[in-house]
């Protein structure tokens, strides 16, 4: 949203900026009950993962840019799905970029 693409879903799950480059979007289920487990975000000079064993008190970033590795772990706050998505909807009253994104991902999961 705030990258102003457009969502296609013909054949998978895609952004396209206004430039008409295509982000290749993929969902993966995991197993275990954390609310986040890992998400990697991918282009050809840098790889950005934040990720969290199961049952971990941790939540470890990782950023890898040509040669140049950082890693850093953090506390995880919220341990379930369900705190996940109330801490995320009670953000809802004053942040209209969840408001404009939840339509977005809505037809994301409809494809995942």
Not at 23 to 34: A, K, L
Not at 42 to 51: G, H, I, K, L, N
């Amino acid at each position: 949203v705030r990258m102003k693409c457009e969502l296609d879903t013909s054949g998978g799950i895609k952004l396209i900026t206004e430039e008409g480059n295509a982000i290749v979007v993929s969902f993966r289920e995991g197993t275990g009950d954390e609310a986040l487990q890992s998400i990697t975000l991918a282009s050809d000079r840098a790889t950005f993962t934040v990720s969290r064993d199961c049952g971990a008190a941790y939540v470890c970033t990782k950023v890898v840019i040509r040669d140049h590795t950082h890693e850093e772990m953090l506390p995880a706050d919220l341990v379930t799905d369900a705190a996940l998505i109330s801490e995320q909807l009670s953000r809802l009253g004053g942040q209209s970029l969840y408001i404009q994104m939840v339509p977005m991902l809505h037809e994301m999961l409809k494809v995942a």
